[in-house]
């Protein structure tokens, strides 16, 4: 398997690994699920965990980030992509758990009041999640393609022991 992995690729290839999912094409279940792993990766950089911890956390958020980016055909995400908002008082777990909160209020609000998902607003709010797991990773000297990789592998290797699903790090 590579050591690093462009995030438009990983995009289509953890595409590959919807197998399992009760609900595929569900963006409900994409939306629950990337706040889940967001909180998760808060969890293991509040305790002091290993970066390899981390990074498996930040490439199930990534998977999640891609599978929404599919569902909602964004297009392209930047991972470089800034926000005009003042992060200043925040660090980049807690800008984290902010933009997948933004993605789920949007949704939230698309399946109650049948409101519109602007593609825009949902591919900049992606690519903002996609950019806080870059500064994350990079604190732990990853890469945001590492991290891809990393999780392609982890995914492939669940499928093959037939592991994918449940709940667990060490499954």
């Given at each position: ?72 055909g964004v297009g392209e995400l930047d ?93």
């Amino acid at each position: 398997m590579e050591q690093t992995m462009p995030f438009d690729r990983f995009v289509v290839e953890s595409a590959r690994y919807d197998f399992d999912c009760p609900t595929k094409g569900v963006l409900w279940f994409y939306t629950l699920g990337l706040c889940g792993e967001v909180a998760e990766v808060v969890e293991k950089l509040r305790a002091p965990v290993l970066a390899s911890a981390v990074a498996k956390e930040l490439g199930d958020v990534l998977w999640y980030v891609a599978a929404l980016s599919r569902e909602l055909g964004v297009g392209e995400l930047d991972a470089y992509e800034q926000t005009n908002f003042n992060w200043a008082s925040c660090d980049y777990a807690d800008a984290m758990v902010i933009e997948a909160g933004r993605v789920a209020e949007r949704v939230k609000k698309h399946y109650r009041d049948g409101a519109e998902l602007d593609k825009e607003t949902m591919r900049t709010l992606l690519s903002q999640v996609v950019y806080r797991v870059h500064c994350i990773a990079t604190r732990y000297n990853l890469t945001l393609g590492e991290v891809a990789a990393m999780n392609i592998e982890k995914l492939e290797s669940r499928r093959l022991r037939g592991t994918s699903r449940g709940s667990g790090d060490d499954r």
